[in-house]
């Protein structure tokens, strides 16, 4: 609700008091236009309160990234296993005039590798999010407790209705538990 998207080419004057949120909306997924980025945007806006520490994880664009930045959140990390994610992450929080320490974007496979895990994993975060498809969000799951610190919440979407009992079961058996659906 307080978000407009933006494309990088567009220049908009007026934004009717909403944050802009500046992307080049090339190959990598979160454009803003899907309903469960969108959820995730609207998420955002009721967690960042100020001041926290937030992850991404399967960034994409980086859109949920500059979303938490553009409400006040401390710092964003952005981490995606494409490459090409990581430069695109990158030169969009740039747009949005974040850079460096408070937004970093990496490469990496949190699921498959411990190391690239626990080194990203970074003494826990206040908000971890991850906008991927469901299959993802279930080899995920094990990983992201550490991720997580005391009594944060993890912001997931991107499932299917017909794979929600399947990603709730793989949550709750990382020990986490679901507050909505």
């Given at each position: 609700?307080?978000?407009?998207?933006?494309?990088?080419?567009?220049?908009?004057?007026?934004?009717?008091?909403?944050?802009?949120?500046?992307?080049?909306?090339?190959?990598?997924?979160?454009?803003?236009?899907?309903?469960?980025?969108?959820?995730?945007?609207?998420?955002?806006?009721?967690?960042?309160?100020?001041?926290?520490?937030?992850?991404?994880?399967?960034?994409?664009?980086?859109?949920?990234?500059?979303?938490?930045?553009?409400?006040?959140?401390?710092?964003?990390?952005?981490?995606?296993?494409?490459?090409?994610?990581?430069?695109?992450?990158?030169?969009?929080?740039?747009?949005?005039?974040?850079?460096?320490?408070?937004?970093?974007?990496?490469?990496?496979?949190?699921?498959?590798?411990?190391?690239?895990?626990?080194r990203l994993a970074d003494g826990g975060y206040d908000i971890v999010c991850a906008n991927i498809v469901?299959?993802?969000?279930?080899?995920?799951?094990?990983?992201?407790?550490?991720?997580?610190?005391?009594?944060?919440?993890?912001?997931?979407?991107?499932?299917?209705?017909?794979?929600e009992a399947e990603v709730r079961t793989a949550l709750e058996v990382a020990g986490l538990r679901v507050?909505?659906?």
């Open positions: 609700e307080r978000f407009l998207v933006v494309p990088q080419w567009l220049r908009v004057e007026d934004t009717e008091g909403r944050l802009p949120v500046i992307l080049d909306l090339g190959l990598t997924f979160g454009t803003g236009a899907h309903d469960s980025t969108q959820m995730c945007m609207r998420a955002l806006e009721r967690l960042v309160r100020g001041g926290e520490r937030v992850v991404d994880l399967g960034s994409g664009s980086g859109i949920l990234s500059i979303c938490a930045l553009r409400l006040g959140a401390h710092s964003a990390v952005a981490i995606d296993i494409d490459p090409a994610a990581e430069h695109i992450a990158t030169e969009n929080a740039a747009r949005n005039g974040f850079e460096a320490p408070r937004f970093r974007a990496c490469t990496g496979d949190v699921i498959r590798d411990r190391q690239t895990m626990e469901a299959g993802v969000l279930i080899d995920l799951a094990p990983v992201v407790p550490a991720f997580l610190r005391e009594g944060a919440p993890f912001l997931c979407s991107g499932i299917l209705l017909e794979r507050a909505e659906a």
